[in-house]
């Protein structure tokens, strides 16, 4: 009898220990859990801690944060304002991997306006997950525990470059770039990654289910690619030229435009404008599929340094979804019209900023004999010419101008091949 107590005693003991090891582990896990995101799958009404009184209405498909569960509610924060929907409204996403490229530091604000509070900054070259972008062009966005709403001309897609671990202890994954960050997982030597983006020292990888920060001095590169020396000798020879229209696509004159080109064999890059694409999608994929550049032109072709941002970011945003609705992807330039920007402009942008280094003025004079002129007065290796495949005489033009620019020695290439 008393060796049973004692046996019972001795078991509670462990029984405790197990516990409270078990209940150690979980505040572990909860303090490394990021904060969650969720997606409101239907129209609902976020109510008050009575669950009755209405704090707003929050939209299908808007994005919440998450802070806790209780039976059949959660507590959430939808824009500015916390209040508790049924769980069952909630879906969890898989968000994108974004990479932010504006210089300027954006802001993370608490609603999709410009006015909004400002929450934080994201900073050049870091990763975010990116839950869902608005008609507006807001993209709701996450970093660590920093977590709103972002312009989303700031951000783009990145691409990974392959890497392997190289630690024998295996290294630390963090939430943000930063020693400070809380550790999401570990991974061992020898772990293949891809590799996002390297800021001051700290890679963002994707390995399997695990994402997140790791120190860049325990990766190494796969394989070097090196480039032999023919090719190197024969890219520093050849004379190389962009040509460029913008304000299509047209419906007729951009197809003998593309049919010149396809003649000689040159590449090209084709500003559009939004408003244009939507009348005529065809002629863009003719254009994308031909293996061109597409470049944003904004929507309807307005003076940027007239409108306000929040403006000048819809023109962008909704040319980026047109263009992404036909050709499946975004272009990958922006040249505003009549070459009017400012410093706020260029610095919310995630892809470069094109000018032209050669005017042929063909909108101005409408005569193929000026256009060859220009062109034959001011070409030479890198030049960007601008010309329009809206005008009957630009397309008449191309002929001449190709031919002089082949015999010249001159090789065509699209803008982002020009800048690389
Ligand atoms: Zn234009």
């Known amino acids: 009898m008393n060796k049973g107590v004692l046996h019972m005693k001795k078991w509670t003991f462990i029984l405790i220990l197990v516990l409270l090891a078990c209940m150690n582990l979980q505040q572990q896990a909860v303090a ?4 969650s995101v969720r997606t409101i799958t239907k129209e609902v009404q976020l109510l008050a801690g009575d669950y009755k009184t209405e704090v707003t209405t929050i939209p299908a498909n808007a994005t919440v944060i998450m802070y806790e569960k209780k039976v ?69 966005v996450q970093y660590g525990n920093l977590s709103g709403y972002v312009i989303a001309t700031a951000l783009k897609t990145p691409t990974a470059e392959k890497m392997i671990v190289s630690n024998k202890k295996g290294i630390s994954v963090k939430n943000i770039a930063s020693k400070s960050g809380k550790e999401v997982a570990i991974i061992s030597d020898k772990t293949k990654v891809d590799v996002y983006t390297t800021l001051q020292g700290w890679s963002y990888i994707v390995a399997g289910d695990i994402q997140g920060y ?36 047209h419906p007729s004159i951009t197809h ?43 929507y309807n072709h307005p003076k ?49 900023l094109i000018m032209w280094s050669i005017d042929t003025l063909d909108w101005k004079h409408r005569d193929p004999e000026k256009t060859l002129k220009s062109v034959q007065q001011y070409a030479k290796n890198g030049s960007i010419i601008l010309m329009h495949d809206v005008h009957q005489t630009t397309a008449d033009a191309l002929d001449q101008v190709l031919s002089y620019l082949v015999k010249e020695g001159y090789e065509f290439a699209t803008v982002s091949e020009i800048l690389n």
């Open 32 to 35: 490394a859990e990021p904060l």
């Open 72 to 140: 059949g509610w959660a507590k959430v924060k939808y824009m500015e304002h916390t209040g508790f929907v049924p769980v069952t409204v909630l879906k969890s996403l898989q968000p994108e991997l974004k990479l932010v490229s504006a210089k300027n530091k954006p802001f993370v604000r608490e609603t999709n306006n410009f006015h909004a509070n400002q929450l934080g900054n994201l900073y050049l070259n870091s990763i975010v997950q990116v839950y869902a972008t608005d008609d507006q062009g807001w993209s709701f």
């Open 214 to 249: 790791v120190a860049r001095s325990n990766l190494k590169k796969t394989a070097t690619v090196k480039l032999g020396k023919y090719n190197q000798g024969v890219a520093l020879q050849q004379k190389r030229i962009a040509l460029t229209f913008d304000d299509g696509p």
């Open 256 to 298: 003998e435009i593309l049919k010149t080109l396809d003649k000689y064999n040159a590449k090209a890059t084709f500003f559009v404008t939004g408003h244009r694409v939507e009348k005529s999608p065809n002629v863009l994929k003719d254009i994308y599929a031909a293996g061109h550049e597409i470049g944003n032109h904004t």
């Open 304 to 352: 940027l340094t007239e409108l306000s941002m929040n403006q000048v970011n819809a023109q962008i945003i909704k040319t980026n979804n047109l263009v992404k609705s036909v050709i499946g992807e975004e272009p990958t330039l922006f040249r505003p019209p009549y070459g009017s920007f400012d410093k706020d402009i260029q610095s919310s942008l995630s892809v470069p």
